[in-house]
């Protein structure tokens, strides 16, 4: 969308440590759980787009042996993200600890997230690092849990946070606090690879608890404290209901900065947006409209119901469809009208252009101000190589037309309805490829009589 996130960028250096190594049986899926998309971009992608927004300017994955692709993806949204393999699991402070070598260059803070939580947002991120410039050495990111089961509890005094509690290791009484952890956590660089360094698997599930940096820094008198944020924001990610649950709320937030930012969703819940759709200002999209990845819509454009638009540009004052398919390379230029039941794929329309009903254009190049007829369709395929059609501006293209690329017609150019056109066709020039019409006068009537005369024999 047009309006540009939050930089929260300080002059502080921040080193993002994603923990990605998460096997994800629970996916039941060939991939990495890390890499299932939500809005078109991996939970991965997600999670380095916030931490970068959140001014991180160093980056370590921790991802699990033999996993190319999770370090490509992770390339491919940070191009120097350092990626440090943990060869076994034993525990958050474990996985941590794996990026040791990006640590011990002492970025001012250090911020640890999962991969797999992917809807924690650029404004929480901004104030889990916040007290780490007020002194703190440690935060953690706590919420008030629906149900606490399974969670560390964050027990605090006051506005310190003392420790966290592991649910496996908790008493009954620890196990009734509801505020718990998210998980995620910001440490003083200065500290963090001797905290960390400290942690030890003496407890009930034998694991090197990332959450036991709280107790250790306090014990060597630093301070720790916790930020409060709703759950949605450390929704974790381990099904594909889970995953679901992800997409609804992303899709939410994506609505709401398509409102925000001045275009009309009639039916907002009906509308699925890619992560990185553009919507201007007073676009109207009306129900059940699904966006790809790569849309850009301009200003007062309209698209109609349920029209499905991928690696597209629509121009200012467009409209599109209902039932519109615009598939990658489409660039529809201003005012121009795209009607129902029409595909346009690698195709550039110019100002104005008329595409109104049952039509394909496939690699073309069409004019300003072109009328394509009902039916027309570009044959830019004959099995092995895809072919342009080239249409100048005016042309009229009549209805039902096949044009057999590779083929040009001429600006200001008539095409005759229902012609197959091989040849080229010269401006202002009149094609017609299609058999001589021949009238005969009196034969249906002539049939009736022979035809009623014969059956009543
Ligand atoms: C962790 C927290 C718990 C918190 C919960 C929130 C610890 C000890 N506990 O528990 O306080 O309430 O998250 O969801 O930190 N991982 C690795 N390598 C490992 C282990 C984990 O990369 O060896 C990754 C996982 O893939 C996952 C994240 O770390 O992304 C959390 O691990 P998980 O096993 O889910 O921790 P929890 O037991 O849920
Ligand atoms: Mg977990």
Redesign the pocket.
């Known amino acids: 969308m047009t309006s540009s996130l939050t930089s929260h960028a300080s002059s502080r250096s921040c080193l993002a440590v994603v923990?990605?190594?998460?096997?994800?049986t629970r996916m039941k899926s060939d991939k990495p759980?890390?890499l299932h998309a939500i809005a078109n971009r991996s939970m991965l992608g997600h999670v380095l787009a916030s931490v970068t927004a959140a001014g991180a300017d160093q980056v370590a994955v921790?991802i699990?042996p033999d996993r190319d692709d999770v370090a490509k993806d992770a390339r491919r949204h940070f191009a120097d993200a350092q990626i440090f393999v943990?060869t076994?699991?034993?525990?958050?402070?474990?996985?941590?600890l794996?990026a040791k070598d990006a640590l011990a260059r002492k970025p001012d803070d250090v911020i640890v997230v999962?991969?797999?939580?992917p809807l924690v947002s650029v404004e929480t991120l901004a104030q889990l690092r916040a007290p780490l410039a007020a002194g703190a050495a440690v935060v953690s990111l706590g919420f008030e849990a629906r149900d606490p089961t399974?969670?560390?509890?964050l027990i605090l005094s006051g506005d310190q946070l003392l420790d966290?509690r592991?649910?496996k290791d908790a008493s009954e009484a620890e196990r009734q606090i509801r505020l718990?952890?998210?998980?995620?956590?910001a440490l003083r660089g200065d500290v963090a690879l001797s905290l960390l360094e400290k942690i030890d698997n003496k407890n009930a599930?034998s694991?090197?608890?990332?959450?036991?940096a709280v107790a250790i820094a306090r014990s060597l008198g630093h301070k720790a404290v916790a930020v409060t944020v709703p759950e949605e924001e450390?929704h974790?990610v381990?099904d594909r209901m889970q995953l679901a649950q992800a997409e609804a709320m992303i899709q939410q937030r994506l609505r709401e900065r398509a409102m925000a930012g001045g275009a009309t969703l009639v039916a907002p819940e009906t509308v699925f947006f890619s992560y990185d759709t553009k919507l201007g200002r007073d676009v109207v999209v009306e129900p059940n409209v699904v966006f790809g990845p790569e849309v850009t819509v301009e200003d007062g454009a309209v698209v109609h119901s349920f029209s499905h638009l991928e690696g597209t540009r629509v121009g200012a004052g467009a409209g599109i469809g209902p039932f519109a398919r615009l598939r990658p390379g489409a660039e529809i230029g201003q005012k121009a009208k795209i009607g129902n039941f029409v595909e346009i794929k690698n195709t550039q329309l110019g100002t104005g252009a008329k595409v109104s009903h049952l039509t394909y254009l496939g690699d073309a190049t069409v004019g300003a101000d072109v009328n394509i007829g009902a039916g027309a369709i570009t044959c830019n395929y004959d099995g092995f190589s895809k072919y342009r059609t080239e249409i100048g501006d005016g042309a009229f293209i009549g209805s039902n037309s096949s044009l057999v690329a590779p083929i040009r017609i001429g600006a200001g150019a008539f095409v005759g309805s229902g012609s197959v056109v091989t040849e080229n066709v010269p401006a202002d020039a009149l094609a017609l490829g299609r058999g001589r019409q021949v009238t005969k006068e009196e034969w249906a009537r002539n049939f009736r009589i022979k035809s009623q005369a014969a059956k009543s024999k």
Request: aromatic share 8%.
């Open positions: 923990l990605a190594a998460g096997e994800g759980k890390v921790v699990g943990q076994e699991r034993l525990g958050t402070g474990h996985a941590v794996s999962y991969a797999d939580t399974g969670y560390g509890r966290i592991e649910h718990c952890n998210g998980g995620l956590m599930k694991e090197f608890y990332l959450t036991d450390v974790g381990n």
